[in-house]
């Protein structure tokens, strides 16, 4: 059973422009989150999409924003990058999401370096 | 306000060592979930344990173990003649959902070496 895979691995940006990370999560599971791993902050919960629709938000500008396709492949898009965006970019799937509280599986993340 | 603490940030162990990485949470929820992750340098996030509120009982996998104590608002984790393998960043986290309501917190994360 493959794991979930995000795709870039690494991506180099400058400020001001957009970007987009792609999320496949295992099959079978509906749920996909989004986390964001800084050295200062370290692992922050961004955003929940369960069946295409998005279930929990956690404290981000709206800057960050998601979606979720039939087949459960989530993006996740941040717009008008800053420096303070560069970060690790994780996202986890699961069967039931965070509302079961069961365990999450991750990827390997995205490495994104804003210039 | 519910939070996740870590306080070693950084721990250096020769290989057999035995290591505990301490995790000390604060919440007002009766149910919960705890849980331990560990992060190797490849990057994904490994699931090791979870435990609800409910349930104290100890446990030990393998070189694993962890002790969950409500009085103390503690769940620590253990690794018995750690090895070079161990080396990833381990992270403690608490998770209160309850309906489609909830918060998934993140402790800072112990980064643990192992040296051969």
């Known amino acids: 059973k493959a794991g979930v895979t995000q795709t870039p691995r690494y991506l180099i940006k400058t400020r001001g422009q957009q970007v987009t990370l792609s999320c496949s999560p295992i099959?079978?599971?509906?749920?996909v989150s989004w986390y964001q791993q800084t050295p200062g902050q370290g692992l922050q919960f961004l955003f929940e999409?369960?069946?295409?629709?998005?279930?929990n938000k956690g404290n981000f500008p709206g800057r960050f924003s998601g979606r979720q396709f039939s087949n459960s492949r989530s993006e996740m898009n941040v717009s008008t990058l800053e420096l303070g965006d560069s970060a690790l970019y994780l996202c986890?799937?699961?069967?039931?999401?965070?509302?079961?509280?069961?365990?999450?599986?991750f990827g390997s993340g995205t490495q994104l370096s804003v210039l | 306000a519910q939070k996740v603490t870590q306080a070693q940030t950084e721990i250096s162990v020769v290989e057999k060592e035995d290591v505990t990485l301490d995790c000390v949470y604060e919440?007002?929820?009766?149910?919960?979930?705890l849980f331990w992750y560990k992060q190797p340098p490849s990057g994904e996030l490994v699931f090791l344990i979870r435990?609800?509120?409910?349930?104290?009982q100890n446990e030990i996998s393998g070189r694993y173990s962890w002790n969950f104590q409500k009085s103390t608002s503690s769940f620590n984790f253990t690794i018995t003649a750690s090895q070079v393998v161990d080396s990833a960043v381990y992270f403690c986290?608490?998770?209160?959902?309850?309906?489609?309501?909830?918060?998934?917190?993140f402790g800072k994360g112990t980064k643990l070496s192992v040296k051969p």
């Open positions: 919440t007002r929820d009766t149910t919960y979930y």
């Open positions: 986890a799937s699961s069967f039931g999401g965070l509302a079961t509280n069961e365990k999450l599986f």
């Open positions: 986290a608490l998770s209160n959902y309850g309906g489609s309501q909830g918060n998934l917190i």
């Open positions: 099959s079978g599971h509906r749920s």
């Open positions: 435990r609800n509120s409910f349930d104290e």
């Open positions: 999409y369960f069946s295409e629709t998005q279930r």
